[in-house]
């Protein structure tokens, strides 16, 4: 063991063995993330790299259906769970399988679906030997390096008004060093000026990660945003944020150890959990349970969803497991000052008190600056786990403690939202699965007395049909710092809920999903001054007729209340906004390298008694992936129209190999964009990228520092990666 840990800490340093490595087929990829993408909309915050390396490794490590359990098969969130209990259940009934064809005589499991998960499983005889020794985990692991550059073509106001503040002579070009022409004033000026950016246009990503199988990785992620400064000024030590992780998993007793950046998932979200649920309300009906990993190691670039510090997993019997997390790091936060205090000796007492969390990541201006690291944020947790094969029972605990009191600013519907230095959590979590059913839920409450609660059920109630019913109760005064649960206000606190899903295949080349959520909120929320509620329906048909062809209609309806845009003594402040999109969608391939996606997609939304607002989108993309030939070529070309930013429209959009892009769609204009990758050597890959919005009804683009003159908005994105 003493040697493995040893290995791994230098595994950047050794001799590694060629590795070849099969490539990801990101049509499922995408499929999964385009579906996450219609409930994270313009959540900024989110960074789906995780789910991307998450695939990726289980394509190099296929799992092993005779030697495994239902946390580890849902963690590839392709199946659900009742297909997850349909494995498992045919498993103990009829012995191992001997094959991956047998699963074509599992209820629940289709040849689609089948074809979907094959590349991430495999059939053993006898359970994969986790003992390796060093040699062999640096002969038999696969490197990975990579380099991208992102920039925007056309130059935003942020850059452009150092020289018309300054003067052209003192603008350097990089905006990464200062030049000194003996005028201190207008150089100490620029460094304090928030009505410019103080680096380079250019945004910088470099990673390399080491892996061997499931059991070892290591990584090391470096990023600089646009208008960053690099090797300059505030970052004298280079990039703007880097990141490490050592994360060994399996080595006897010891199921997990993670030291450097690493994420801690537990139960259903609502005690604790770190980093994006990909379970949510999609087409996915049937995936409305969380799924935890327990430990697992942070490769993304988010500046917040990560913790820091050390995390262990450990067996303590055949099927008890202990794990406990601590983390401490320095984030960013709009820090008020320091306010003097009378303590109870009369004395003055100084206390640092923050107002918000800053979450975005960007350090570009003096205030932005002033607000990095600005907070000390510590969590001690733990969780103890009792597992079966179909089976599971937990109690998590985590305690979050700030070096400033945070003091958001008083409005009536943040009343009971949590403040002050010290936060502590603690729950209970089951999942059971017996047969057709699963039930799963979570209970938890925060240390001021207020508590949250989630259930639900999974039912296969035929072999062609399948339900998922959720029911939530998160009181208005629960305070989870790291909650990530089943919710439609965002958060799992003032909202009570019931969710009722519904799958239904009746043969292998038809499929519906719908959907039906209803909700209330008995306390007040942002721009909603009343206790409200509201309903969100879906419902889609899809049709495969052949392996190359897929096409699905949908319709979805949201109704939710909101403060009225009119304030009129006398009249109800709340009106109702409802929301409705259709959408059709096809997918076809046209050959086996060349494949056609075309979209139409319409939206109305309307405010109480405003007029409506409607929003429309066409898009058609060209896809040519040649098993041979070392060039790929993407294309999108997109028309669309939209009133107002409400009624926007989202689509995912194909990017750079671990980059994910799910723009919103809204004025008028053109959408394109075009992406090369070429293969010039065998493990070597190069991708360019370049896309445009091209507006029919603006001639300024965005606002403030990122106002662009003109009717187009532009980038080019350029990556190059290297695995060994």
Not at 621 to 643: G, K, N
Request: hydrophobic residues 35%; proline residues 3%; glycine residues 8%.
């Amino acid at each position: 063991m003493r040697r493995v840990l040893a290995g791994a800490v230098f595994l950047c340093f050794g001799g590694m063995a060629d590795a070849q490595v099969d490539e990801i087929p990101r049509d499922v990829i995408e499929q999964r993330i385009e579906a996450a993408s219609d409930q994270l909309g313009d959540d900024s915050s989110v960074d789906l790299t995780s789910l991307f390396d998450k695939l990726s490794d289980h394509l190099k490590d296929p799992i092993d259906l005779n030697h495994t359990d239902a946390q580890e098969l849902n963690g590839l969130i392709l199946l659900s769970d009742v297909q997850v209990s349909a494995i498992l259940e045919h498993i103990r009934k009829e012995g191992k399988l001997l094959s991956l064809y047998e699963l074509q005589t599992i209820n629940g499991l289709d040849a689609a679906t089948i074809e979907v998960i094959r590349p991430f499983i495999t059939v053993r005889e006898n359970e994969k030997s986790t003992r390796a020794s060093l040699k062999e985990i640096l002969s038999n692991g696969s490197s990975e390096l990579l380099f991208r550059s992102t920039m925007n073509i056309e130059e935003r106001k942020g850059f452009m008004d150092r020289k018309n503040i300054f003067g052209k002579e003192y603008y350097d070009p990089d905006g990464d060093a200062l030049p000194d022409y003996g005028n201190s004033t207008v150089r100490d000026s620029l460094r304090t000026n928030n009505k410019v950016y103080l680096g380079s246009p250019y945004r910088l990503y470099t990673r390399f990660r080491f892996r061997y199988r499931q059991n070892v990785s290591f990584g090391i992620t470096a990023e600089k945003d646009e208008g960053e400064q690099f090797f300059k000024g505030k970052q004298s030590q280079g990039f703007d944020y880097y990141s490490a992780h050592l994360f060994l998993r399996d080595f006897g007793r010891l199921k997990a150890l993670a030291i450097g950046d690493y994420q801690a998932q537990f139960g259903q979200g609502l005690t604790f959990w770190n980093g994006l649920a990909y379970s949510s309300k999609s087409s996915f009906t049937m995936n409305v349970k969380r799924n935890a990993l327990g430990l697992s190691p942070y490769t993304s670039v988010n500046e917040n969803l990560f913790l820091r510090g050390a995390a262990a997993t450990y067996a303590l019997g055949k099927n008890v497991e202990v794990t406990g997390f601590f983390s401490r790091k320095r984030i960013d936060g709009n820090v008020q000052g320091i306010t003097s205090l009378n303590d109870s000796l009369g004395s003055q007492v100084e206390e640092v008190t923050f107002s918000s969390f800053q979450e975005d990541g960007f350090h570009r201006t003096p205030t932005e600056l002033s607000k990095k690291d600005g907070i000390s944020e510590q969590i001690v947790g733990g969780n103890l786990r009792y597992k079966r094969r179909s089976f599971s029972l937990g109690a998590t605990a985590a305690h979050v403690m700030y070096d400033a009191d945070l003091q958001p600013n008083s409005a009536p519907y943040n009343q009971f939202n949590f403040n002050g230095k010290t936060n502590t959590t603690a729950g209970v979590d089951w999942n059971a699965m017996y047969r057709n059913l699963t039930w799963f839920g979570e209970a938890s409450m925060s240390a001021n007395g207020g508590m949250a609660m989630n259930t639900g059920v999974l039912v296969a109630l035929d072999k062609r049909v399948s339900m998922s019913l959720l029911y939530r109760n998160y009181g208005r005064d629960y305070h989870g710092l790291y909650s990530v649960a089943f919710s439609e206000g965002g958060s799992p606190w003032n909202e009570h809920g019931l969710f009722t899903g519904l799958e239904i295949r009746p043969n292998r080349y038809w499929t519906f999903n719908a959907y039906f959520d209803q909700f209330s909120f008995p306390w007040l929320r942002y721009l909603t001054d009343g206790p409200n509620a509201g309903f969100d329906w879906l419902a889609q048909l899809n049709w495969k007729p052949s392996r190359g062809v897929e096409l699905y209609v949908r319709a979805r309806h949201q109704d939710r209340a909101k403060d009225t845009a009119e304030d009129i003594d006398g009249i109800d402040n709340l009106v109702r906004v409802e929301q409705t999109n259709y959408r059709v969608n096809a997918t076809y391939k046209v050959s086996p390298s060349v494949s056609l996606r075309t979209r139409v997609e319409t939206v109305d939304y309307q405010r109480g008694s405003s007029p409506l607002e409607h929003g429309f989108l066409i898009y058609q993309d060209f896809v040519h992936r040649p098993m041979s030939s070392p060039i790929e070529t993407t294309l999108r070309f997109a028309l669309f129209e939209s009133a107002s930013y409400n009624a926007r429209l989202y689509a995912y959009e194909n990017d750079l190999v671990g980059v994910f892009s799910i723009p919103p769609y809204y004025g008028r204009g053109i959408r394109v964009y075009a992406m090369l990758r070429i293969t010039p050597l065998r493990r070597v890959d190069i991708w360019l990228r370049y896309g445009a919005w091209i507006y029919n009804d603006q001639t300024v683009i965005s606002s403030g520092l990122q106002e662009i003159p003109g009717n187009t908005r532009s980038d080019l994105k350029l990556q190059l990666r290297w695995k060994f």
